[in-house]
């Protein structure tokens, strides 16, 4: 039976997106090479917007992957490109090429490459609807992406709000199959199979109680976060009595003035937890009771998918990309969605599920039964779908 030939175009190693190349390569029939424009993040390097050095460790590229030529000093951004990617095809003769987007030189060197070969081409990106844009992005957008959209076969969607985005510049149903963003599944299963052992661990690193209810934000501190919102949140039920503790994981430009804001910092109020390594960020969620995510820009965040994957209910903002009748947010089944920047609505949502245990338990429940099919899609199933409908073109 002949072997699908995937070929997959991308920037550099992404730390989450790594376990799902490894899950394509083991797929029945199917052989997967990832070309890599650079090497950045495979070794420690400095975050801007983090403001430290960030790691990403445990990285395995245990599949067939290479290093375009210059990947060692080539610099991210949307000029990065190699020229080296067309003989790379040209000898690697894939039957299927998978884009990250189009804004990046390299993505649009494949895109041509494929076209003037005649290969199929599958798009990856989380662009959606929901971002606040100026006008004159909105027009030149309606000019440009559907021309672009023309020349794609499948879109791989990672949420209800991506695919409205495609339709929106002329992308058809048929051409559209859900995948959504891959996490580390058996890092996290490791990691669930002891969670309430881990939840008391982290709890006791942190000082806070058994009894005091946890919600967790994870991010960069920067002014589109909205961490200010919890803050705000957190001091408006400061009392005697108060056992809500907010847990924000993340460094950032914004930490300073977010000190400044709070009423109290540590058990009760707000623990600022710092930047945590992926390799730690699961026992996190394992330690928290609602995940919230409050950020006026935030295409399809890895962190609610991650949220929900450790079953926790979880609280967004409207200008999320992650909610959606068939997506990791579903209102009212495994969280709410509340409207961004409105502290009290967003806190009517948080005491609604502190005020109902069951409801809590149940959005958790949810929240693990969405997400395991989701993942089933990002490591596989989803490609599979797509190779199924080329043969039927062929």
Known sequence: MKKYRIAVVVSHPIQHFIPQYKSWSELKNVEVCVFFASKHGLLPYHDKNFGCKVSWEGMQLDFMHEFLSGAETRELGKNIDSKDLDNKLKSYKPDIIVIYGYSQRLQRRALKWAKNNQISVC??????????????????????????????????????????????????????????????????????????LV???????????????????????????????????????????????????????????????????GVGGVIFAGFVPPNTLAEYYCATDIYVHASE???????????????????ISDRCGSYGPLDDVRNGLNGF??????????????????????????????SIQFSRYHQSLAHGEALKQAISIFKMKK
């Open 123 to 196: 798009m990856i990106s989380d662009s959606e609807l929901r971002t606040q844009r100026n006008i004159i992005k909105k027009f030149f957008k309606s000019l440009i992406l559907p021309l672009i959209y023309k020349k794609i076969d499948l879109f791989f969607s990672v949420g209800d709000a991506n695919e409205a985005y495609y339709r929106h510049y002329g992308v058809n149903d048929h051409q559209i199959i859900r995948c959504f963003f891959p996490i580390d599944i058996q890092y996290y299963d490791r990691i669930l199979k002891d969670s309430e």
């Open 199 to 265: 939840r008391q661990k982290i709890r006791k690193q942190l000082g806070i109680p058994n009894d005091h209810k946890v919600i967790l934000n994870v991010g960069k501190l920067v002014p589109w976060k909205r961490q200010i919102d919890l803050i705000s949140y957190s001091n408006s039920i400061q009392s005697p009595k108060n056992k809500i503790t907010i847990i924000l994981a993340g460094t950032g430009p914004d930490e300073d003035y977010l000190r400044r804001q709070c009423k109290n910092i």
């Open 337 to 366: 969605v509340y409207t961004c920047k409105n502290i009290e609505d967003l806190a009517q949502k948080l005491n609604y599920i502190f005020d109902n245990p069951t409801t809590e338990i149940d959005m958790g429940v949810k």
């Open 297 to 315: 820009h935030e295409p399809h965040s890895l962190a609610i998918s991650e949220a929900i994957y450790c079953g926790k209910p979880v609280v």
